[in-house]
């Protein structure tokens, strides 16, 4: 205490001209209304870059919970385009009459295999989120795979990039069906085989699943034909369609449910 009386005592000349000027300038900004707002300007400039910068740190620490938010809003709009009936003409639904086709669960890959013949990927949700064996799995751009095992927290899929895959699509333009698989050669082609050689064709031609199976709804892409070629007997063409995914690049992801998958099953094995 007898520190800071001496350091007063020693300094009371320029304390005492500090408060003057301070005193001065409050007065000065008082009475003209020009420095008045110059001074307002300056302390919301002052005031608005440092609430700025706190929002950008508190933003960035807040990605993971703002990331989740936008995948479950981007899962309700996906559950409410893909069981839009296609025959109405408004988007309006109310419980009585509209019936639920598709569900939707986000996801995370967290383990991807895209460089083996038969890669499998993994993911970050299991039965206790009621993930079921042939779930499809797609993104924002197109499809991945479907799911082959659960575990209770965990789940394997079957990517498009495995020779054992086979996925039904079809031309988007003129609707000529064709079966999905892969050569086991690069991870950005895929092969389009069936379709008729009267089907006509161009490169850049857009690939969309089918919708006749029980796995994927109608329209979700796949890729773009890059090239083509006659088979062997001359009756079809075999095409190389560029995937829309980046496969070596993928973690957020979309698992589809079919509601009426068993029931179209046991009807189809009757």
């Given at each position: 205490?007898?520190?800071?009386?001496?350091?007063?005592?020693?300094?009371?000349?320029?304390?005492?001209?500090?408060?003057?000027?301070?005193?001065s300038?409050?007065?000065?900004?008082q009475?003209?209304?020009y420095?008045?707002?110059?001074?307002?300007?300056?302390?919301?400039?002052?005031?608005?870059?440092i609430?700025?910068?706190?929002?950008d740190?508190?933003?960035?620490?807040?990605?993971?919970?703002q990331?989740?938010?936008?995948?479950?809003?981007?899962?309700?709009?996906?559950?409410?385009l893909?069981?839009?009936?296609k025959?109405?003409?408004?988007?309006f639904?109310?419980?009585?009459s509209?019936?639920?086709?598709?569900?939707?669960?986000?996801?995370n890959?967290?383990?991807?295999?895209f460089?083996l013949?038969?890669?499998?990927l993994?993911?970050?949700?299991?039965?206790?989120?009621?993930?079921?064996?042939?779930?499809?799995?797609?993104?924002?751009?197109?499809?991945?795979?479907?799911?082959?095992?659960t575990?209770?927290?965990?789940?394997?899929?079957?990517?498009?990039?495995?020779?054992?895959?086979?996925?039904?699509?079809q031309?988007?333009?003129?609707?000529h069906?064709?079966?999905?698989?892969?050569?086991g050669?690069?991870?950005?082609?895929?092969?389009?085989?069936?379709i008729?050689?009267?089907?006509?064709?161009k490169?850049?031609?857009?690939?969309?699943?089918?919708?006749?199976?029980?796995?994927?709804?109608?329209?979700?892409?796949?890729?773009?034909?890059?090239?083509f070629?006659n088979?062997?007997?001359?009756?079809?063409?075999?095409?190389?369609?560029?995937?829309?995914?980046?496969?070596t690049?993928?973690?957020?992801?979309?698992?589809?449910?079919?509601?009426?998958?068993?029931?179209?099953?046991?009807?189809?094995?009757?």
């Amino acid at each position: 205490m007898q520190q800071i009386i001496n350091f007063i005592i020693r300094n009371k000349n320029f304390l005492l001209f500090l408060s003057l000027f301070f005193i001065s300038i409050v007065f000065t900004i008082q009475s003209h209304s020009y420095h008045k707002s110059k001074f307002i300007n300056s302390a919301n400039f002052l005031s608005g870059g440092i609430y700025n910068s706190v929002n950008d740190i508190s933003g960035y620490f807040n990605l993971k919970s703002q990331n989740q938010l936008l995948s479950e809003e981007n899962n309700r709009l996906k559950e409410l385009l893909f069981n839009i009936d296609k025959n109405k003409d408004s988007v309006f639904t109310n419980n009585t009459s509209f019936e639920q086709a598709y569900k939707f669960y986000p996801a995370n890959i967290i383990k991807n295999n895209f460089s083996l013949t038969d890669n499998i990927l993994t993911i970050n949700k299991g039965k206790r989120d009621s993930i079921k064996e042939d779930f499809g799995v797609i993104t924002t751009k197109g499809i991945v795979g479907i799911v082959d095992k659960t575990s209770n927290r965990f789940g394997t899929v079957i990517s498009i990039l495995n020779t054992n895959s086979r996925i039904s699509a079809q031309l988007k333009k003129s609707g000529h069906l064709g079966s999905l698989k892969w050569n086991g050669k690069s991870s950005e082609l895929v092969q389009l085989v069936d379709i008729q050689i009267n089907a006509n064709l161009k490169k850049g031609d857009t690939i969309i699943t089918s919708g006749q199976s029980s796995i994927f709804p109608k329209n979700i892409g796949i890729g773009t034909i890059q090239d083509f070629n006659n088979d062997a007997a001359g009756n079809f063409y075999e095409i190389n369609v560029k995937l829309f995914n980046d496969m070596t690049n993928l973690e957020h992801v979309y698992l589809i449910e079919n509601i009426h998958r068993e029931e179209i099953n046991t009807l189809l094995n009757e």
